[in-house]
Structure formats: structure tokens, C-alpha cells
């Protein structure tokens, strides 16, 4: 039986701007599980991000409970809800947003030194085997601007996880690629999740999502409908294309 990680109760959120309130997200109850990689799909403007970053604590709800491992973080302090994020979760963007002036190798290793009962010696030994994982040894002391964009977000990915985080939100994080970064990036994700790592990922990309075992589609703020499907195996160069069929029929009845 899979364990709820991360839940919400009838989570709202909406904007006042000029007297007129626009609500983004209306009553949405769902959970995320132990292990899982779900992706979070939909129409532009459909409230996609807003969801991830009140899944995340980086944006504050207007109504209903979002609950870790049934703590909410609702209200919660800031300086508590900046410890959550840096003990218990991990982030990539689309845009990699890298320290220009630190290395691949300090960029991945700065956030692992606020890391609770680990010393910078532990933590420089985790980096550098991120740094080996992720294909990046040869640029490890290179500087942003000297590597490529999907070097880049690998490095932006070994960031995430440096901490070892309990759940890795993903927002995009292919968006800004080519497509073999798009593949380099999505098989990271693919081998961090079955080593585990529980993934929460908002893509417009049918090739990425299908990466996924869980697919929920957002679409005017409300969740319409969620796709179970079995944990991706990457056994070819067309192993991808029934998933792919899959996901696109189930799509295509939301008029996608």
C-alpha cells in the first residue's frame, strides 16, 4: 500500500488585482505518494505552477490545508517553512538559475552545507558523486557560463537532490532545452525516481510526462482527471511510443 508523502485538503488560491479576485486553484483535494513520479498536465493558464509552489510552501494558499506527512505548512513561520525547503525538498525550474560565480561544483555543494547532522566533509563527498552521476566530472570546475544549457540543468538537478530530499518538484525543467538534453535530463529523473526519489513534475510535454506512473490533469484550477500507469522502463528507442499513444488518447478526451 503506497504512503501518502504530501497532501491537500480543498486547497484554494486566488489573486485580487483592482478589485477584481481571480481564482487560480479551487478546492483541490489530492496526495502524493512514497516513490511515485507524477506529472501535473494542462492548458496554459489551467494554475499548473501555482499548484507546485503551493504543493511546496513557495506560495501561500487562500483557503484549504496542504499537509507533509500530516504537519501543515499553512501558516506556517517562514523561518520553519525555509527549514522544510531545505531539509525536506528540492527544486528545478526551467531555467537552471545557477550561481554565475560559484562552479558546477560549488553551485551543487553551497546548499548541502545547510544540510542538519552532515559535515561540509560529507557533504563535498555527496557533490562530487553527484557531479560523477550526472556526467559532469569533466566540467566540474568549470563556471556556468562555460558549459552548455543541458549541462546546466543537470547540474540544476544535482542541486535539487544534494540534500537528499524527501519529494523533488519539478517545474518544467525541460522547457528551455533541445531535445537530447531533454532525454539527458528526463533519464536523470527517470534513474532518481526508481531509486526512490518521490518526483512531482508539471510538464506540457506528452514525452515527458510519459516518464511518469501518475498523471493528473489541472485544467481551469480544478484537477478533471489522474492516469495510473506503470513505472517507466526504458527498454529501446520506441519503448516510449505506446505510453506515449496511452497518454495522448487520454488526453485527447479533455480536448487536448
Known amino acids: 500500500m503506497k504512503r501518502t508523502i504530501l497532501q491537500t485538503d480543498r486547497l484554494s488560491k486566488s489573486y485580487a488585482s483592482d478589485g477584481v479576485q481571480t481564482h487560480v486553484l479551487s478546492a483541490i483535494d489530492l496526495s502524493l505518494y512514497e516513490g511515485d513520479f507524477t506529472a501535473i498536465m494542462g492548458p496554459s493558464g489551467s494554475g499548473k505552477s501555482t499548484l507546485l509552489y503551493c504543493l511546496s510552501g513557495m506560495d501561500a494558499v487562500t483557503a484549504g490545508d496542504v499537509r507533509y506527512r ?84 543537470r547540474c540544476a538537478v544535482a542541486r535539487s537532490v544534494v540534500n537528499d530530499p524527501d519529494i523533488l518538484f519539478a517545474d518544467e525543467p525541460t522547457g528551455a532545452l533541445n531535445r537530447a538534453n531533454t532525454l539527458e535530463v528526463l533519464a536523470l529523473l527517470g534513474e532518481l525516481n526508481e531509486a526512490g526519489q518521490t518526483i512531482c513534475m508539471v510538464t506540457h510535454d506528452v514525452q515527458c510526462a510519459v516518464r511518469a506512473n501518475r498523471i493528473l490533469y489541472l485544467e481551469d484550477g480544478a484537477i478533471k482527471g489522474e492516469l495510473e500507469l506503470a513505472s517507466w522502463v526504458a527498454s529501446g528507442t520506441d519503448s516510449a511510443k505506446p505510453r506515449e499513444a496511452q497518454v495522448s488518447a487520454w488526453l485527447s478526451s479533455f480536448s487536448w
Open 70 to 153: 500530516e504537519t501543515s505548512i499553512v501558516g506556517m513561520r517562514e523561518q520553519d517553512m525555509a527549514n522544510l525547503r531545505s531539509q525536506h525538498f528540492g527544486f528545478v525550474f526551467q531555467q537552471a538559475h545557477l550561481v554565475s560565480n560559484l562552479t558546477l561544483f560549488e553551485n551543487i555543494a553551497v546548499p548541502g552545507y545547510l544540510k542538519e547532522n552532515r559535515s561540509a566533509a560529507e557533504t563535498r563527498t555527496v557533490a562530487q558523486a553527484l557531479i560523477e552521476r550526472m556526467g559532469l566530472a569533466a566540467d566540474a570546475h568549470h563556471l556556468p557560463s562555460q558549459t552548455s544549457g543541458g549541462q546546466q540543468q
